[in-house]
């Protein structure tokens, strides 16, 4: 059996639900993964993506719409825009939260946490000219 280690996407997010996280939440260079779950802005469907996080506050989580440095958005990105009210997982705890993209004051410490857990976040800037957001979720 792979490890969730070695996992991208949907068998990611797979192996996480299956688990509650037990496998899958603790990711590559000691990262931690939550699910964000969003519905589709065409479709109204329920989509899922395992997203590198952080702790912000007491109630909020934050997470990088990097797309790798790509010039387009994630498409969770995109639905969270067209519909803030998300859910997250974080292991076998499942809430609602409402996105939102940190503001330009409070960017600088959150990407600055982000960058910590995930390094490559820094190398991403300089591979398009789309300001890559941090994004807040805040439970509701």
């Known amino acids: 059996m792979t490890s969730a280690i070695d996992l991208h996407g949907a ?37 899922s993506n395992a997203l590198i996080f952080r702790e912000y506050g007491d109630n909020a989580y934050t997470v990088v719409a ?28 499942r809430f609602r939260a ?7 004051q409070e960017k600088p410490a959150l990407w600055a946490n982000m960058v910590e857990a995930w390094p490559d976040y820094d190398d991403y800037t300089t591979r398009t000219a789309r300001e890559i957001p941090v994004v807040v979720l805040e439970r509701v």
């Open 66 to 93: 990097s797309k790798g440095g790509s010039d387009t958005p994630p498409a969770w990105f995109v639905n969270l825009t067209a519909d803030p009210d998300v859910e997250v997982q974080i292991k076998g705890e």
């Open 11 to 47: 068998p990611h997010v797979a192996r996480y639900l299956e688990t509650d996280g037990e496998d899958g939440y603790h990711w590559r260079n000691g990262t931690t993964i939550l699910i964000l779950f969003t519905k589709g802005r065409r479709t109204g469907e329920q989509r």
């Open 98 to 104: 409402r996105a939102r993209v940190a503001t330009p």
